[in-house]
């Protein structure tokens, strides 16, 4: 053989098998997808649409997704048991929205004082949460995978400032997750809105705070005309991962093959989402600030301090609720100290250090 076609075969043979279609035609299967977000909704909604139609290129049409926003075939909180039930074949949602079937779902997306989304995706591919995840989703019917990420959110949006702990008694707050239940313990009412229906609530006066995203997903959502004080920093959702959550049955039905390609397709979106947001981010807060008179605020050390005690009280709850429940924050809690640890001395001392020696905070 010649040592150019050699070469060339050998190439293919490893970086092109994974994807390569099949030599003999395994027929069209139909995926359909739910989701959370309505439609055409920048960053999140246009995020879920792209993922859509990657996975029916990238299977060259053998995959034919069907996509369905928020309120198309199903509301946007309904989209779980649409999949688990089989109606549909998978969602894009944020797990935490789950957490009233089990608490562990929210490790699965954002835990106050949690994983960044670098930290997080080094969790779940290659230290163990892949695996618990399964194990949880297993429970359900459903078989996850990551498909999207936000990067650190933003604490946000108040129509009063939040001085201290007391400011927070009475506040009427949409914020899901466990980082709800960190706030409810400090006094704050919570509820648990989709996205759709966040701005129209805030408007009303129906919720005085909300948090959303971070400023290029929230200039769009105009929450600046009811409320002017924004929180940048926040214990709520350092990473914010997003899942592609499948029916397990309609799963373990494909090939390898068709598994590889929606793999493939999720884990490209999953690098991509997070990306455009940093690209964004700076750009849609300085538009927030100058065009729209936005004032932007740091919560100080005594109401830090307020968050991290009340997270301590939610970790123990949440580990109560069940042995899976408590291997879950075990390994959660355990992977967070090792990754982070070593994060915190390298990645977030040398930016400490650039930002201070160039002036940028």
Known sequence: MERRKFIKGTALGLGGAALAAPAVAQGTKTLTIVSTWPRDFPGLGL?????AARIDQLSEGRIKTEYFAAGERVGAFDVFD???????QAYIAADYYWTGK???????????FGMTTPEWNAWIKFAGGQELWDELSGEFGL???TCGATGAQAGGWFNKEIESPDDLQGLKMRIPGLGGNVMSKLGVSTVSLPGGQIYENLVSGAIEATEWVGPYNDFFMKFYEAAKFYYTGGMHEPGGGLAFGMNASWWGSLTDWEKAVIEAACNEEHAAQPEEASANNGAYLARLVNDHGVETRAFNDDVWDAFGDAAVEVFEETRDHSALATKIDDEFQAKLRE????????EVEFSNQRNRVLGMI
């Open 82 to 88: 649409e999949v688990a039930s089989g109606n549909s």
């Open 102 to 112: 089990h608490p562990g779902f929210a490790y699965f997306t954002a835990v106050p």
């Open 47 to 51: 995020s879920a649409q792209r993922l």
């Open 339 to 346: 990754i982070g640890g070593w994060r915190a001395q390298a």
């Open 143 to 145: 078989k996850a995978v």
